[in-house]
């Protein structure tokens, strides 16, 4: 006797390709042998986490066998004070693709339709597809969101309209100004989430947080993570604004206890350590100007990023530089996938990690092509 899947599972599921998150450092380590390796490949805060955090951790591992609080009451509460929202719009998620992914089924099955740009976040593609749904993709503008093409490809079908700012892997950013104009010409039964996951490294004159649009457009949804610059990535932990309306259909849906204890303790707590969170900023833009002068002198071109992050051009050779800077024990992330094949992407990490990362691409730049 056989069972043929092919034949059972959810036919969106056919077209969808798992995601491929940054290779663990403890993989290359078992790959390679070697313990000195570096990771500049999934956006991470490289300063560890809060203390803070780890504190609030440790307190609230006295009551693992408890279930959580399934309302997460403290920190929504919490949240809502800080962006001056009510804890009724506020949707917490197991991280914010959690939240990316409940929008998705909240709103989205066949016959209807989805636009995104291309080279954004894959997760939004990903989340579109195993809903059936249509996934349609506007052409980008120097490599960031043209939201004129955007709207070019809303209709009548349309219940979703994605939107990174700034964008994941390509680091560009839209400006406060083009986001409003966006949300005037969108039809009410079009609802924008607009994915604000870097939201606190951007240090941009024209860039502004949708939060308050939210007043005037019931129909946007904005999404925040603490994965980033609150330094939390292993606990899962993100959320979304939204109309309560929409945050309580998100609440039907969603698994009961999808935020867990830890990651409610840690999120609380870090949103006290305004230290932490400055201190992040300020390595991260060191280190963004680090990243930028070494490209500069090793005459690569970058694309200007707002994030934690920047993709730079290795035009022919992407591809095998990635695959020697990983023998060198430097991580860093391909994405091809995003439609970018001659990119890399890097995250911006400690001084010591962007100069080794920076003087391991002069070596393997200098002696060309595969060895
Ligand atoms: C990292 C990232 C997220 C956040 O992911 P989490 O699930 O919260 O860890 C969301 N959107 C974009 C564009 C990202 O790069």
């Known amino acids: 006797m056989s069972t043929d899947f092919k034949q059972l599972v959810q036919p969106g599921l056919h077209q969808l390709l798992p995601y491929e998150p940054g290779k663990p450092i403890d993989e290359l380590k078992r790959e390679l042998g070697i313990d000195d390796i570096i990771k500049l490949a999934s956006n991470e805060n490289p300063l560890g986490p809060s ?8 307190a609230a591992g006295a009551d693992l066998a408890r279930y959580p609080d399934g309302s997460g009451y403290r920190l929504k509460h919490k949240l809502a004070e800080r962006l001056g929202v009510a804890a009724g719009q506020i949707t917490l998620g197991n991280g914010s693709n959690d939240v990316l992914e409940l929008l998705a089924r909240t709103l989205l099955g066949p016959g209807v339709n989805a636009v995104v740009s291309d080279h954004a976040f894959v997760v939004y593609q990903l989340a579109v597809t195993a809903q059936q749904a249509e996934l349609r993709s506007a052409p980008a503008r120097d490599w960031g969101h043209d939201l004129d093409a955007m709207a070019a490809l809303v209709d009548d079908d349309t219940r ?21 104009a966006f949300m005037a010409r969108m039809p009410a039964s079009v609802t924008v989430v607009l994915d604000e996951a870097y939201e606190e490294y951007v240090d941009k004159p024209d860039y502004g947080s949708g939060l308050d649009l939210l007043p005037r457009y019931p129909n946007l949804v904005i999404t925040r993570t603490f994965s980033k610059a609150y330094g939390l990535a292993a606990l899962r932990i993100g959320f979304g604004v939204s109309h309560p309306d929409l ?30 969170l400055q201190e992040s900023i300020t390595v991260n833009a060191a280190g963004m100007v680090q990243m930028e002068n070494g490209f500069k002198r090793l005459g690569l071109e970058y694309i200007p990023s707002a994030g934690n992050f920047v ?9 095998e530089i990635n695959r020697r800077l990983l023998a060198e024990g430097v991580i860093v992330r391909p994405v091809a996938g995003y439609g970018m094949p001659d990119h890399l992407r890097v995250s911006i990490g400690l001084e010591s990690e962007n100069r080794r990362f920076l003087e391991t691409l002069e070596r393997l730049l200098a002696n060309g092509g595969d060895s």
């Open 247 to 276: 945050a309580d259909y998100l609440n039907r849906l969603r698994q009961p206890f999808n935020a867990n204890s830890l990651a409610l303790a840690a999120a609380e707590a870090v949103l006290d350590d305004a230290a932490y």
């Open 160 to 180: 979703l309209v994605f939107i990174a700012n700034p964008n994941n892997p390509t680091g560009t950013w839209l400006s406060r100004a083009e986001i409003e």
């Open 51 to 58: 203390r803070l955090a780890t504190q609030a951790i440790a």
């Open 311 to 319: 993709a730079v051009a290795i035009p022919g050779r992407a591809a």
